[in-house]
C-alpha cells in the first residue's frame, strides 16, 4: 500500500467511514448472497478506513477532547441559519463521486424523509435532518478522525468490542494509570451525561442544541456514533438507568441513518418550505457554532 502515513485524511470522503459502519452492520434482512457481494475485502478503502482509525485511536486521548470541548463549545467561530449550515456542510469538497454519492444534506434528506413516511413525530424528523450538521468541524479544520468515526469513553480503560481496538495500545492514554482501569475518571453507573466521549460531530451537535430539542432527540444526536454501546452494550457499568431508556431512542434512529439510502435523491428545493418550518418550529433563527 502506498500511502502517506502521516497524512490525516486518509479518507477520499467522510462517506467512506459511514459505508465501512454499513458492512459492519448490514441491514437484518439483506439476503446473504447480497451481504457477501457487498463485503469486498480487495476494496482499497478498507485500508483507507483502518489508517483512519489508527489515527482515531492513537490521538483521541482525555486530553485532546478536554481541548476541543474549550475551544468549541465557546461556539465563537461562526454564526449562521441551520439551512446556511446546511449549504456550508454542501463545500466539503473530497474525493468522493459525484455521480453515485450523495451530498451531505442529501444524506440528512434522505434520513429524515424516511423517518417521516414511517409517521414519526416531527422533532423525531428534525433530528433526522440535523443529525450531522456537527461535520461542518471539517471546515473549520479538524481532521477527519476527530469529526466522523464510531465514538468512544476517554478517560476510562478502551472496550475490545471497538472497532479495531487493536489501535488502542497506540493511545498514551492506555499507558496512564489514571484513565486505563475500567471506571478510569469515572464512578460506576455515574451516567453518560458525566462521560467524555471522544471528540466529533455527535457532541459538537449536541453541545450546540440541548436547549431546543426533547431529550430523545439529544441522545439520538449525541449518542448516534456510539456503536460500542447502542450495538455492542460495552459501556453498561457507565450507564444509568435514564441512559437506559433514552438509549431506546438511540436504537430506533439508528436504521434511519444508516438504511435509508434510496435510490432516488430527494428533492431539496420541493423539501426546503417543510423543513425550514419545522426548523422554525424548534430552533432559532440562528445557530451559533
Ligand atoms: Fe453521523
Ligand atoms: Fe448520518
Redesign the pocket.
Known amino acids: 500500500m502506498n500511502q502517506d502515513f502521516d497524512n490525516n485524511a486518509p479518507l477520499g470522503s467522510l462517506d467512506e467511514w ?1 459505508d465501512d459502519v454499513l458492512l459492519r452492520y448490514p441491514e437484518p434482512h439483506t439476503p446473504a448472497k447480497a451481504k457477501e457481494e457487498f463485503r469486498n475485502y480487495d476494496d482499497p478503502k478498507r485500508d483507507t478506513v483502518k489508517e483512519f482509525y489508527r489515527l482515531n485511536h492513537t490521538h483521541q486521548t482525555y486530553d485532546f477532547v478536554m481541548q476541543k470541548e474549550a475551544n468549541y463549545l465557546k461556539f465563537d467561530k461562526k454564526e449562521m441559519p441551520a439551512w446556511d449550515a446546511f449549504n456550508f456542510l454542501n463545500t466539503l469538497v473530497d474525493d468522493s463521486d459525484p455521480d453515485t454519492d450523495l451530498d451531505q444534506l442529501q ?2 434528506l434522505q ?1 429524515s424523509e424516511a423517518i417521516r413516511a414511517d409517521g414519526h413525530p416531527d422533532w423525531f424528523v428534525l433530528t433526522g435532518l440535523l ?2 450538521m456537527g461535520k461542518v468541524l471539517c471546515l473549520f479544520g479538524e481532521p477527519q478522525w476527530a469529526v466522523v468515526g464510531d465514538t468512544f469513553p476517554v478517560g476510562c480503560k478502551h472496550s475490545d468490542k471497538i472497532v479495531y481496538p487493536e489501535f488502542f495500545e497506540l493511545n498514551p492514554d492506555s499507558q496512564d494509570e489514571r484513565y486505563n482501569t475500567t471506571y478510569g475518571v469515572y464512578e460506576p453507573n455515574c451516567g453518560l451525561r458525566n462521560v467524555h466521549m471522544s471528540w466529533g460531530h455527535d457532541e459538537y451537535l449536541y453541545q450546540m442544541v440541548k436547549d431546543h430539542l426533547p431529550d430523545s432527540a439529544l441522545y439520538m444526536i449525541r449518542y ?1 456514533s456510539f456503536y460500542a454501546q447502542h450495538r455492542e452494550h460495552a459501556y453498561e457499568h457507565l450507564m444509568d438507568d435514564y441512559d437506559r431508556e433514552m438509549f431506546e431512542y438511540v436504537k430506533l434512529f439508528n436504521p434511519y ?1 444508516l438504511y435509508s439510502k434510496a435510490p432516488v435523491p430527494p428533492n431539496v428545493k420541493e423539501l426546503k418550505p417543510y423543513y425550514e418550518d419545522l426548523i422554525a418550529k424548534y430552533l432559532p433563527a440562528t445557530l451559533k457554532f
Request: aromatic share 0%; hydrophobic share 10%.
Open positions: 459511514e444524506h440528512l434520513t443529525h450531522d448516534h441513518d
